[in-house]
Every structure is written in C-alpha cells, then in structure tokens.
C-alpha cells in the first residue's frame, strides 16, 4: 500500500500530449560489455568539479575497476578503468559537449577477459554500523556522481555541515524529461538495490536526524506503474518505516530538484541556497543504486542505465553501458539508424544538447540518446509580451526581462532577476508563440558572466601580483638606501675618528718635542763658577 501524504502544487511546468516513454520500455534492459569493444575512450573530466589527476602511462596494463586518475582538489573523484586491457595512450579525444571540443582521455585498448584482479574495494559488509565518514570515504573513493544530470561528487553532498538538521532525505525517481526511461527500467529490475542504497545514505546522515529519525520519500511520477509497484515491493521487504514511496503527479518539470521538494514536502529552497538549509537532501535512484554497488558489492562507479531511442534508431531501449564505449556502438546495438534520423542529442527533448558526432564516448552524465528525426525551423520573431514565458517558468522568474536583458548584455540586471535560479527546463521556450530560444539566451549570459567573473579574478591576481612585486621593489629600494646611509655614516665616522686621533697623535708628538727640547738645553747650559771675587 502507498504511502498516503499531502502533495503540495509547484507554480508553472508543462502538461504533454505524449513523453515519448512507452517506445523504449518494451524490451527487457541489456548489457553492452566494454571487453569486446576495439577501444574505449575514457575522459578524465567526466563529473562538476576538478579534473583528476592522471597516474597511468602508455603502455600500462590495468585492470577492470583499475583507478585511471585519481581525485585532486575538494571537489573532485576519482576515474575507473571499464575493463581490463593495456593503456594505448593519453590523449585529447572528443567529448561529449555542444562545442565538440576535444579534452584529454585515457584509450584503452581491451583484451576481452574483464579481469578484475585484486581491484575491487572491500565490501562494506556490515554498513549498517560503519560511520559517516567510512562510507562517505567509500562513496569518493568509488567515483560516484549525481546520475540525475549534475554529476556533482556524491560523498560531498553527504558531507553535511555539523549544525544542520535535516528532516528528509529525498530520492528522485520521478524521471519527468520526454523520451528518457533509464530510471524507470532501473526502478523496475534492480528495485532492492535502490533501497539498499537509500539505507546506506540514511545510515550516512544518521548524525544530522533528528530524535524521530530521518523521513525517506522516495518521489515516482504516476505515469511509470510498473515501476512504482516494484519500488513498494522493495520497500515492504525492506521493513523500514523511515522508508516511504510517494507517487507523484506526472508534470513537466516535477523532477527537478527544487519542484520535487516543494510538492514532497512543501518547502520552497530559497534563491541562491540549497535544500540542506531547510533541512532536506536530494539523490537520484541511479546514484543510490552505485552506492549500493560500492559500499556492498565494492565496486566502483564504471557503468549506468542509457536509453536510446528516437524515431531515428531502429529499435528503442534501455543498455547497462560501460563507460569509455562510443555512442555509435549504442547505436548499432539498437538496430542501427534509420532513414529519419538527422540529429543525435545526448538527454531528451526539452533539457538535451545536441552532438555533433556519434564517435563519443558514454560518460557519468550519459542519461539517453535521443536520435531524432528533421524537425520544420520555425524563426525567431519579435517578443510579443504575452506572458506565457512567465506562466509557464517553475522558478517563479520573469523570462522576458531576462531575455531582454541577456539580449542587451546587461549582466548586472540579469543577475538582479534571478537568472542562476533558472534550470533551464525549457519550459519558457516551449511555449514562447515567436518560437525566440530563450534558454540559449541565458545559457549565454551565465557563461558571460562566468567569463566576465574569471576575468576579474584574474585581473585581481595580476594586480595582486603586481602591487607585491611593485612592494618589493621598494622595500630592496629603502634597504639599499638604508644600507648605504649606514655605511656612509660608519665612514664619516671612522673618518672623523682617524682625524681626531692624528691631531691628539700631533699635539702629543709636539709636546714630546718640545719637552725634548728643553731637556735638551737645559743640559747643554754653562755651570756658574764658584770663585768670588776679592
């Protein structure tokens, strides 16, 4: 039986005809092993944060589960091998980004045997009774990111700062984007391990719950039944009462983090905070899943759940795909292209980026691969001011303004309007009757101001430099002076001594001559005679 609770309405979001769901949930999910492939490109810098540092060379022979590079800096994980093989290289490769700029990877070349060897992390056997730190250890160690899209490092977003209390603890499972259902079928065929992965991460937070314990409301939109009845199954073998499954209203954006909190519990995260400040966080099910894989399997994070579909590939569905192996051979294990596919876009519809190439390798942040056919180019016109951007926004923004904004480069006031509440949903530009891209606008305006907010650091450090290096010159500039006075002054000082000396050496010489002097005569004088006269 489901957990009956009061659901609480964000403002704005999308009703749609159709989510393009049922096409790709028709065929049980396959596994694409990385060990035949012919070679597997794997990029370092797969997750938000720092690029690991990289500590294999060409010609290194790794195994499966191997670490590749190693995590550097506060924010920043670790990056696996797939499978086991030989290190072919370490070079810059196409990534998975609009731009279709290259970043540095490691190519592996397999030798088809998977082999593990002595590479798996020790199971966590009993992490009902490990501590906060070991398993938010274990987390970073295995590499696992946010796999709802933001691919932020786990174990620091379980690292709660020691005052705060928190009241909730919050899986999404709600999968609201058109055409993706990797999280459906994960929900439908590894159910338990989600749940085991929820009570590792209740086990984690257990310092920061309250006395009556930390609430786990696992939130599934209605439109995925056979999902939502497998997670209660999962939960009612479970038997923990923290654990409760919510079915939630099937609307556009409901999977977003900030709605999913709102309609759960009716907190609203206030702008420019996190949901930590009103006592909730937020995981993903595929992230609980690789958690239940790392702390009770010892595995690290080398494989998730993709969905490829689209009217352009032949036969739609779900692949457990290992990192490194490249989008065309997703493609063809779907049965290939078909004479309508003209764009590849990594996500869905509403919140995906188009590639420009199939030859790219699945990362962390692979969710689906929507191969879509030739859509009618509808162009720009003129903002007509009706206000549906506003309607339609989940965030409560005001979309013209900031269009108008972004669109005059006027960063200060777009900032003053929120535009870092925007998750770029799309919603504002689904609905937008002049057909204006909206969210490439403000996708524009947050990278200017990133750049313009770069330079000035950078420009701040230069000065910084500068004004220290200017310091310095002064300061040997006033010890020269300093040094030479002082050796002018022992100079004069010396000088005026030496003179001193040699007069004192003259009058004392003068005298000793003169004292000689009369000594002298004084001996040499006639004696007076004695005789007197008669």
């Known amino acids: 039986m489901f957990n009956l ?21 028709q065929q049980p999910v396959r596994q694409l092993s990385a060990a035949k492939a012919s070679e597997l490109v794997i990029p370092l810098q797969q997750h938000a944060g720092h690029k ?8 290194d022979f790794v195994y499966k589960g191997q670490c590749l590079a190693k995590a550097e800096g506060r924010i920043s994980v670790p990056v696996h091998a797939s499978t086991s093989g030989t290190i072919q290289a370490l070079e810059e490769r196409p990534i998975a980004h609009p731009s279709g700029l290259n970043d540095l990877c490691v190519i592996l070349m397999p030798d088809g045997q998977d082999n593990w060897g002595d590479q798996r992390l020790t199971p966590l056997e009993n992490y009902a009774e490990a501590s906060a730190e070991v398993l938010r250890e274990r987390i970073s160690q295995a590499g696992i990111v946010g796999l709802g899209g933001a691919v932020f490092p786990s174990a620091i977003k379980l690292a709660v700062p020691e005052p705060v209390q928190l009241t909730h603890l919050l899986i999404n499972g709600a999968e609201c984007e058109p055409y993706i259902t990797c999280d459906d079928m994960l929900m439908r065929e590894r159910a338990s391990e989600i749940i085991t992965g929820c009570l590792i991460m209740l086990r984690a937070l257990h310092e920061h719950a309250p006395a009556q314990g930390l609430n786990c409301l696992i939130g599934i939109e209605d439109n995925k039944p056979q999902a939502i009845q497998a997670m209660q199954t999962a939960v009612q073998q479970a038997k923990d009462p ?10 556009y954006p409901t999977g977003g983090e900030r709605q999913l909190i709102q309609i759960l519990t009716g907190r609203e995260v206030p702008s420019s905070g996190r949901p930590s400040d009103i006592g909730v966080l937020c995981h993903n099910v595929a992230t609980a899943r690789a958690i239940y894989q790392a702390v009770v399997l010892g595995q690290p994070l080398i494989s998730r759940y993709v969905t490829v579909t689209g009217k352009g590939v032949a036969q739609p569905q779900n692949f457990e795909v290992e990192f490194g192996l490249s989008m065309h051979s997703l493609i063809q294990a779907a049965g290939g292209y078909t004479p309508k596919a003209q764009r590849l876009i990594m996500g869905g519809s509403m919140m995906g980026m188009a590639l420009p190439t199939d030859q790219i390798p699945v990362v962390k942040a692979t969710n689906c691969l929507w191969v879509s056919e030739q859509e009618a180019e509808s162009p ?5 001011r009706c206000g549906r951007c506003a309607e339609a926004c989940p965030v409560n923004l005001l979309p013209q ?14 900032e003053q309007y929120h535009l870092f509440d925007c998750i770029e949903c799309g919603c504002c530009a689904y609905v937008c009757p002049s057909h204006i891209p909206l969210v490439d606008y403000y996708r524009y305006a947050k990278a200017d101001i990133y750049a313009q907010a770069e330079a000035r650091e950078k420009a701040d450090l230069a000065r910084e430099r500068h004004d220290f290096h200017q310091e310095r010159l002064e300061r040997a500039k006033r010890e020269k002076a300093e040094k030479l006075a002082k050796h002018k002054e022992a100079a004069q000082t010396k000088t005026r001594d030496a003179g001193n000396n040699d007069k004192q050496a003259a009058i004392q010489a003068a005298l000793e001559r003169a004292k000689a002097k009369k000594a002298q005569q004084a001996a040499s004088a006639p004696l007076a005679s004695e005789d007197k006269p008669a």
């Open 5 to 25: 609770r009061k659901l609480w309405q964000h403002k704005g979001g999308l009703h749609l005809k159709d989510y393009h769901k049922d096409q790709s949930t």
């Open 52 to 59: 690991p540092k990289i500590i294999v060379k060409a010609g």
């Open 242 to 251: 923290r654990l409760k499954l919510v079915p939630v209203p099937t609307q």
């Open 380 to 384: 720009a016109l003129p903002c007509i």
């Open 401 to 414: 303004q900031l269009y108008w904004h972004a669109r005059a480069r006027n960063l200060e006031k777009v």
